[in-house]
C-alpha cells in the first residue's frame, strides 16, 4: 500500500466516523478497532500518519494519526533509521509552527508532546538544536505561543514528579542542561508578559497563513518563522505565557528567578484593568505567584527576594481595598487564590522580619478594610482563614505588638455575627440546605467566624473573653426581659409581626453568642487566674434561660404563634444553652460535689425534656441527653440518685421513644453510668437498692426480644414485629455493653449477670436469623451485639458460655450461612479474632475449630466472591494474622519447651520444623493470595501482616518459608513492581522485597533473581544479561543501595518491554 494513496485516507476517514458515530454498536466497534489495528501495523507507519496529517481536515483522523507516531517514537524509535528520524523531526517542527497557532489546543499539546518525546531519546546528543530552536520561537513575536507551548510541555514532561526515566543517570544529565537555560528562559519570558501588559486585552487576530505544504518538501525552522504570519489573542498568549511560567515555578532555584518576571506577573493580577470576562486571568497570575510559595524548604539568604513578594502583595490589596465598589466586583475564585497567597506568605514571616523595614501592619490594615466589607461568605470565610494563619504564625513568639489589631478584629468579628449590627448579610444566608459537612452556609459562616476569635483568644485570653462575655451579658439582658411579654393568663405571646420577627433575631444573637463564649471557655481558664467564680457565674445565667423555657412552657407559645422562623430560632437557642451548661459544667464540680441549686436546675431542664413524647423538638431533646450524660458522667450516682426523678427516669426510660436514634443510644448511656459506674462502698441495703434498679431497667428493655420465639415469631406474618423488637433492643445493648468499655470488673460483672439470658436467647435466635435472607438486618444487629460482647466482658461470661457461643457461630456457618451469602461474616470473623486474642489458654480449646472452620468453610467462598466483598478477606487476613501473631507457639514450640536456651540459634532442627506443616502452609497461602487481589486494603493488610511476623518471630527465615513460599512471594512482588499494579504500595513492596532477599542475598542473586528473569516476557537474552549484571553487579546487601537498584531494575525492565513492542512488526 502506498503512503500516497488516498483510497487508504477515505477509508480511514470512514471507519472513524463510523467508531464515533452514537449509533453504532459495541461489535460493530470491535471490528473497526481491528482494522485500526491494522493500519498500525503498517510498514514504515510513520509516513502514512503525515500523509493523514497532511490531506485531511477530519479532527478524529487527526488524532489517530497522532497517537500512531505516539506509539512509533516511543515503542519504535530505536529501531528507526537515522534519516526517517530528522525526516520525522523537520515535519513535526513545521507541522506545529505552522498550524499550531490556528489549531485548537490539544491538537497543539499533541504536537509538542510529540518533539519532546523524542527529545526524550535524543536530546542532546543527536537531537542538539531541541532547546534552541525554543528559545528562537520565544523571541520570534509571531511564534511565541507555540514557543511557549513547547516550553511548558518540556517543563511538563522533564521535571514533573510524574516524570519517567530509563535511568537516574539520565534523569540527572536532563536536570542539568535544563537549569543551563534558566536565566535566558526567564529573561525571554519577562519580556514576553512585560509586552502583553501594556497591550489592550483583545485584539483581532491576523489574515491566517496559507495552507501547509505537502510534507514531502518541509521548509526549515527559519523558513517557517519568516512564512508564519498568524498572530494569536493577546488573552491566549497571556494564559500559555502564565501556566509555562507557573510550571516553571514549581521547579526553578528560587535564586535564580528574576524579580522583574515578579513584577510583570503582579501586573495581571491588577483586576480594575480587566472586563468581568477576563477574571480567569487574574486567578491564573495568582495561582503563578502561588506556586512560588508552595515549596516547603527554600535556600538560605532569600528574604530580599520575598521581601519583594510581600510589597506586590500589600500593593495589590491596597488597590483591590481602594473603592468598596472594586470589592464588591471581585470573583469568590480570586479571592480564594488571594488569600491562599496570604497564607502562603505569612509562613515566611520568620524569614521577612529580618529584614529592618519590615512591618505586618502594612497587610493587616488593608486585609482588615477587605474582611470587613467582603459581602460574598465564601470570601469573607477566606479572609478568615488569612486571620486564622496569621495569629497561629505570630503566636510562638509571644509578640504583643498585634494585640490591638486582634482585638478591633474580634469586635468586628462579634458584630459580623449578630443579626443587630449585621442583619443585611446575615438575612440572605441559607439555613436549610447542608453542604458535604453537613452544615448549612449559616452554621459554616458562624463556626468559622467562632473560630478565628477562638485563635486569637489563644494570643489574647483575657481580653478576648471579655470582649465576647460583655457582648453576650447584652444578649442575655434583651432575653431575660422577654418574661414581661409573656401573658400567662391567655398563653400567648403579646406581639405582633415585626415583633415577632425581631425576636426570632434576638434568639439567634443569644444563641450565637453563647455558642462563641462556650467555645472560649476551655481557654479562658487554661490561660487566666481564679477562671471558676466567672464561670459559675455563667452557668447560673444559662440555667435561669434554660429553665424559663420549662417554666413557662414558652416552646407551647411559640406554636402557637405559628411562625417557622420564630420556631427555629427557638429550637436552636433551647438546644445552645443546653450545650452550653454542658461544656462549662466540669468546672462546677469538685471532687464530685456540686451545687444543690445547679444539680435540681439540671435534673429540671433535662429530665421533663426527655420524658415529653410530643411536641418539643429532636434537636432539643438530643441536647438535653447529651447534658444529662455529661452530668452522669461527673457527678457521683448516689447522690443523683437520691432525687426522685431520676428513679422516675431510670424506670420509664425503656419505655421512651425518640426520633433520634443517636438520642436512644444517649439516654442509655446516661443509665448506664447511673447504674453500672462504680458507687463505691456501699451498705446491703444501698446494694440490694442498686440491684433491684439495674434487673428492673434491663427487665423493661430486653423483655421482648426475650419473649421472640423460635416456632412462633418467625412466620412471614410476623417479621415486621420481629425486626422492629431486635432493633429497638439489641443496639441500645450494645451501646451499653461498650460504655462499660473501661469500667472495672466489678461493673463488668454485674453487667455480664444480667445480660446472660439475653445472650443466651441470641444465640438461640442467630440460626434462625442467618437461615432467611429477610433477617439480614437482624443478623447484623445480633452480630455486632456479641462483638461487643466478646469484645468487653469476654472474661467475665466465661469459658463455658464462650464455648457455647463458638459451637453456635461454627455450626451456622458450617451448615447453614455458606448457602446465601457473605452478610455478617466480617462481624463474625471480628468475633472469632477476638476470642483468639483473649488472654489465658481459653484460647486452645478453640484454635483448632477456628483454622478449620477459616480454611475449609470461609476461605473456599472468600475466594469465589471475595471481589463483591474485599471487607470479608480484610477480617478473615486479620484472624489469621492475629493466630500467627498471638498464638505462634501453636505451630512452633518455644526454644524454653525444647529445652534449648532462649538464644540458641534458630538453626537448631526442632525450631525449624512446625508442629502442623500442612495448616501452616495454608494459612501462609491465604496471604499469598491476598497480594494477588487488586483489592488496595486486601494487599496493603496481607503485606503488613508478613512484614510485622517477620519482624517478631523471623517468619521469611524459617525453613517451611524458605522452602516452599519465599520464591512465589518474591515473584509475586516483583511482578506487581513491574506491572504498577498496586503503585501507590511502590515503597512498602520494595522494602519487603529487601527483607525478603536478606535471608540469602547469595541466593536471591545467583538463584532466584536468574530464574526470574528468565521467565520474564518481552525482553531478549542481552537485556536479560544487561538486567542481571546491573543489579547484581556489586551484589549490595544494604538496604538504600539494594532498593535503589531495584528501582533501577523495575524501571530497565518497563522500558525494555515498552521497546520491544515493535519486534513484531516488520519495519517501521
Known amino acids: 500500500m502506498d503512503p500516497r494513496d488516498n483510497g487508504s485516507l477515505i477509508a480511514l476517514e470512514q471507519l472513524m466516523e463510523e467508531f464515533f458515530n452514537p449509533l453504532t454498536n459495541n461489535s460493530r466497534k470491535?471490528?473497526?478497532?481491528?482494522?485500526?489495528?491494522?493500519f498500525k501495523s503498517l510498514q514504515h507507519l510513520w509516513k502514512y500518519c503525515f500523509h493523514f496529517l497532511s490531506n485531511t481536515s477530519n479532527q478524529y483522523v487527526k488524532m489517530f494519526a497522532l497517537s500512531s507516531l505516539e506509539t512509533v517514537i516511543n515503542q519504535q524509535w530505536t529501531n528507526i533509521e537515522w534519516s526517517a528520524k530528522e525526516e520525522i523531526k523537520n515535519l513535526l517542527q513545521n507541522y506545529l509552527v505552522e498550524q499550531g497557532p490556528m489549531s485548537p489546543h490539544f491538537f497543539r499539546y499533541k504536537y509538542s508532546k510529540l518533539i519532546i518525546d523524542i527529545a526524550k531519546h535524543d536530546w542532546p546528543v543527536r537531537y542538539p538544536n531541541f532547546f534552541n530552536n525554543i528559545l528562537e520561537l520565544l523571541r520570534n513575536e509571531p511564534n511565541q505561543l507555540i514557543g511557549l507551548t513547547l516550553l511548558k510541555t518540556t517543563s511538563e514532561e522533564f521535571m514533573s514528579i510524574q516524570a519517567t526515566y530509563k535511568s537516574n543517570i539520565r534523569k540527572e544529565e536532563i536536570k542539568r542542561l535544563l537549569h543551563q537555560y534558566i536565566p535566558v528562559v526567564f529573561e525571554l519570558l519577562t519580556n514576553i508578559l512585560d509586552n502583553l501588559g501594556t497591550k489592550p486585552r483583545h485584539t483581532s487576530t491576523a489574515t491566517p497563513p496559507p495552507s501547509p505544504a505537502h510534507p514531502s518538501s518541509s521548509p526549515t525552522l527559519s523558513q517557517s518563522l519568516v512564512t508564519a504570519s498568524f498572530r494569536p489573542d493577546p488573552k491566549t498568549l497571556t494564559k500559555e505565557a502564565l501556566e509555562t511560567v507557573q510550571h516553571l515555578f514549581s521547579w526553578a532555584p528560587v535564586q535564580r528567578i528574576p524579580s522583574q518576571i515578579i513584577k510583570a506577573i503582579f501586573t495581571f493580577t491588577n483586576v480594575s484593568s480587566y472586563s468581568q470576562d477576563d477574571d480567569d486571568m487574574c486567578v491564573l497570575a495568582m495561582s503563578t505567584i502561588n506556586e512560588l510559595l508552595y515549596r516547603k524548604c527554600t535556600p538560605p539568604n532569600t528574604q530580599d527576594f520575598y521581601y519583594q513578594l510581600?510589597?506586590?502583595?500589600?500593593?495589590?490589596?491596597?488597590?483591590?481595598?481602594?473603592?468598596?465598589?472594586?470589592?464588591?466586583?471581585?470573583?469568590?475564585?480570586?479571592?480564594?487564590?488571594?488569600?491562599?497567597?496570604?497564607?502562603?506568605?505569612?509562613?515566611?514571616?520568620?524569614?521577612?522580619?529580618?529584614?529592618?523595614?519590615?512591618?505586618?501592619?502594612?497587610?493587616?490594615?488593608?486585609?482588615?478594610?477587605?474582611?470587613?466589607q467582603l459581602v460574598s461568605v465564601k470570601s469573607y470565610l477566606c479572609c478568615l482563614n488569612v486571620w486564622a494563619t496569621f495569629a497561629k504564625q505570630i503566636k510562638t513568639q509571644n509578640d504583643r505588638k498585634y494585640s490591638d489589631v486582634f482585638l478591633t478584629l474580634v469586635t468586628t468579628l462579634l458584630k459580623k455575627i449578630q443579626f443587630t449590627y449585621n442583619f443585611n448579610q446575615l438575612n440572605l444566608l441559607d439555613d436549610n440546605q447542608v453542604d458535604e459537612n453537613d452544615e448549612t452556609e449559616w452554621q459554616a459562616f458562624l463556626r468559622t467566624t467562632i473560630e478565628v476569635i477562638a485563635v486569637i483568644a489563644e494570643y489574647t485570653p483575657a481580653e478576648t473573653f471579655g470582649l465576647v462575655l460583655s457582648s453576650w451579658k447584652v444578649s442575655y439582658d434583651i432575653f431575660r426581659s422577654l418574661e414581661q411579654s409573656l401573658d400567662y393568663q391567655n398563653p400567648s405571646l403579646k406581639l405582633d409581626v415585626s415583633e415577632t420577627e425581631r425576636l426570632s433575631y434576638v434568639f439567634k444573637d443569644f444563641s450565637s453568642l453563647t455558642q462563641a463564649l462556650t467555645r472560649l471557655s476551655s481557654i479562658y481558664v487554661d490561660h487566666c487566674q481564679s477562671p471558676i467564680p466567672v464561670l459559675n457565674s455563667i452557668v447560673e445565667k444559662l440555667l435561669e434561660c434554660a429553665s424559663l423555657f420549662n417554666e413557662t412552657k414558652l416552646f407551647d407559645f411559640i406554636i402557637r404563634e405559628g411562625d417557622t422562623r420564630l420556631k427555629s430560632s427557638f429550637i436552636e437557642l433551647h438546644s445552645q444553652l443546653l450545650c452550653g451548661i454542658k461544656t462549662l459544667l466540669p468546672w462546677t464540680t469538685q471532687k464530685n460535689s456540686i451545687n444543690n441549686y445547679i444539680m435540681t436546675a439540671i435534673l429540671d431542664i433535662t429530665l421533663p425534656v426527655l420524658r415529653n413524647q410530643n411536641t418539643l423538638s429532636s434537636k432539643i431533646k438530643l441536647s438535653a441527653a447529651h447534658l444529662l450524660l455529661r452530668f452522669t458522667d461527673i457527678v457521683h450516682a448516689p447522690l443523683l440518685l437520691a432525687a426522685p426523678s431520676v428513679v422516675q427516669f431510670i424506670q420509664v426510660a425503656p419505655n421512651l421513644t425518640f426520633c433520634d436514634k443517636q438520642t436512644v443510644c444517649v439516654v442509655n448511656s446516661s443509665v448506664t453510668n447511673l447504674l453500672l459506674k462504680p458507687w463505691g462502698e456501699l451498705s446491703q441495703e444501698d446494694s440490694n437498692r442498686r440491684t433491684s434498679m439495674i434487673d428492673a431497667f434491663f427487665e423493661n428493655l430486653t423483655k421482648d426480644f426475650r419473649s421472640l420465639d423460635y416456632h412462633l415469631d418467625f412466620r412471614s406474618c410476623r417479621e415486621d414485629r420481629t425486626l422492629q423488637v431486635v432493633e429497638n433492643t439489641l443496639p441500645s445493648l450494645s451501646v451499653i455493653v461498650e460504655r462499660c468499655k473501661h469500667y472495672p470488673i466489678a461493673s463488668k460483672k454485674l453487667l455480664t449477670a444480667i445480660l446472660k439470658p439475653t445472650i443466651q436467647h441470641g444465640l438461640y435466635l442467630f440460626p434462625v436469623f442467618s437461615s432467611k435472607y429477610a433477617y439480614k438486618e437482624a443478623c447484623d444487629h445480633l452480630l455486632t451485639f456479641?462483638?461487643?460482647?466478646?469484645?468487653?466482658?469476654?472474661?467475665?461470661?466465661?469459658?463455658?458460655?464462650?464455648?457455647?457461643?463458638?459451637?453456635?457461630?461454627?455450626?451456622?456457618?458450617?451448615?447453614?450461612?455458606?448457602?446465601?451469602?457473605?452478610?455478617?461474616?466480617?462481624?463474625?470473623?471480628?468475633?472469632?479474632?477476638?476470642i483468639i486474642e483473649a488472654p489465658g489458654n481459653g484460647y486452645k480449646t478453640f484454635l483448632p475449630s477456628v483454622l478449620q472452620l477459616s480454611m475449609e468453610n470461609i476461605y473456599p467462598v472468600v475466594v469465589l466472591q471475595g471481589r463483591d466483598t474485599p471487607e470479608v478477606f480484610v477480617a478473615l487476613l486479620s484472624l489469621l494474622y492475629s493466630i500467627l501473631l498471638h498464638r505462634w507457639q501453636y505451630f512452633y514450640v518455644s526454644q524454653v519447651k525444647l529445652g534449648y536456651s532462649p538464644g540458641c540459634s534458630d538453626t537448631d532442627q526442632g525450631i525449624e520444623h512446625p508442629q502442623k506443616p500442612e495448616q501452616l502452609l495454608a494459612v501462609l497461602q491465604v496471604f499469598g493470595q491476598a497480594l494477588l487481589q487488586e483489592d488496595l486494603n486486601v494487599f496493603h493488610l496481607s503485606l503488613a501482616a508478613l512484614e510485622e511476623l517477620n519482624s517478631k518471630w523471623k517468619l521469611y527465615h524459617k525453613m517451611l518459608f524458605r522452602q516452599q513460599l519465599l520464591c512465589e512471594f518474591l515473584t509475586v512482588l516483583l511482578n506487581c513492581l513491574?506491572?504498577?499494579s498496586q503503585n501507590s504500595l511502590s515503597d512498602d513492596i520494595q522494602l519487603a522485597v529487601y527483607n525478603m532477599a536478606a535471608v540469602n542475598f547469595e541466593d536471591f542473586y545467583a538463584t532466584f533473581l536468574r530464574k526470574f528473569v528468565c521467565c520474564m516476557a518481552g525482553v531478549t537474552d542481552e537485556q536479560r544479561n544487561a538486567l542481571l549484571t546491573n543489579f547484581h553487579h556489586n551484589c549490595d546487601t544494604d538496604m538504600p543501595t539494594f532498593v535503589r537498584n531495584l528501582q533501577c531494575f523495575v524501571n530497565e525492565s518497563r522500558q525494555y518491554r515498552m521497546c520491544n513492542v515493535s519486534y513484531s512488526m516488520n519495519g517501521c
Open 978 to 980: 513491574l506491572d504498577k
Open 30 to 38: 470491535q471490528e473497526i478497532e481491528q482494522q485500526l489495528n491494522y
Open 310 to 372: 510581600y510589597h506586590h502583595t500589600v500593593d495589590l490589596l491596597k488597590e483591590i481595598t481602594s473603592s468598596p465598589n472594586r470589592i464588591d466586583s471581585l470573583d469568590p475564585v480570586f479571592i480564594d487564590k488571594l488569600s491562599e497567597l496570604l497564607i502562603l506568605l505569612i509562613a515566611h514571616f520568620w524569614r521577612l522580619e529580618t529584614v529592618p523595614d519590615f512591618s505586618a501592619l502594612e497587610l493587616l490594615s488593608p486585609l482588615f478594610q477587605l474582611t470587613l
Open 786 to 834: 456479641f462483638l461487643n460482647v466478646m469484645g468487653v466482658i469476654q472474661q467475665q461470661l466465661g469459658e463455658e458460655e464462650t464455648k457455647n457461643a463458638v459451637g453456635v457461630f461454627m455450626h451456622v456457618t458450617m451448615n447453614e450461612r455458606q448457602n446465601y451469602s457473605l452478610c455478617g461474616l466480617d462481624k463474625l470473623l471480628q468475633i472469632l479474632q477476638l
